[in-house]
């Protein structure tokens, strides 16, 4: 079983500013990868970030990285020089090699001008 | 990247009825697909994992007799919401992934579904 915890239901950012939302996930599986997903009005999931579980360097995607502790199973993301554009709701995720995803219960991301 | 088209993406039914919901791998092929449900601001939940040419594996909770899952394609895997009740009201996302491209998910733009 997996699960995963945001306890951050809303945060807010300066423009230019950076952020870092928070993660921690459960799992029993030995081999798993975490994500943070980003969902506009639009409803259609994006994928920001991705990190494999047994890779110990961050992964980071221009303006996004991560830091993961795996022993702590933290995953948070941080969004550095925030746009306009980055304000979403934000899912962070566990997938097992079977590619089932469990979300967590979103961070809702305000960019304020 | 990889492209998941859902249809339709916004549909209203009548309480008792059944109501389709198609998901198509539209450049490559799937042999598994998911079905995921969405409550209003609320995260999304996994229903069942669709595989090609097999029963679909559900989640504990969800009933299999009324969300009928098909997938008798590479690519288009269908949800069927059957008899359906103003509580089946919600957001339903399907996603695939690229054979042999393990964890690389593309998700469809989702259907809203609404039940009076």
Redesign the interface.
């Known amino acids: 079983a997996q699960t995963v915890t945001q306890s951050q239901p809303e945060m807010s950012v300066q423009e230019a500013e950076t952020v870092t939302l928070s993660c921690t996930y459960d799992t029993s599986e030995s081999d798993y990868?975490l994500f943070w997903y980003k969902q506009p009005p639009?409803?259609?999931?994006i994928l920001v970030i991705?990190q494999e579980a047994y890779k110990q360097q961050n992964a980071t995607e221009n303006r996004f990285s991560v830091n993961f502790q795996k022993a702590a199973k933290s995953f948070s993301l941080k969004i550095s020089d925030s746009q306009l554009g980055d304000a979403a709701m934000y899912?962070c995720a566990s997938?097992n090699?079977?590619?089932?995803?469990?979300?967590?219960?979103?961070t809702s991301l305000t960019v304020i001008p | 990247g990889a492209v998941v088209s859902q249809h339709p993406s916004r549909v209203i039914c009548k309480s008792g009825t059944s109501v389709k919901i198609e998901c198509r791998s539209l450049d490559f092929q799937a042999t598994?697909m998911?079905w995921?449900r969405?409550f209003p601001k609320?995260?999304?939940?996994?229903m069942a994992?669709s595989n090609e040419g097999s029963k679909a594996t559900y989640e504990q909770g969800v009933e299999k007799d009324k969300f009928l899952i098909n997938h008798a394609s590479l690519t288009l895997s269908t949800l069927t919401v059957t008899s359906a009740h103003p509580e089946d009201s919600s957001?339903y996302?399907c996603?695939a992934?690229v054979a042999g491209m393990?964890?690389e998910?593309f998700?469809g733009?989702?259907t809203r579904l609404t039940v009076v």
């Open positions: 990868y639009s409803r259609q999931m991705r899912f997938a090699t079977g590619n089932q995803f469990y979300f967590g219960t979103g | 598994t998911f995921y969405q609320q995260s999304l939940m996994l994992t957001f996302i996603s992934n393990n964890t998910a998700f733009q989702g």
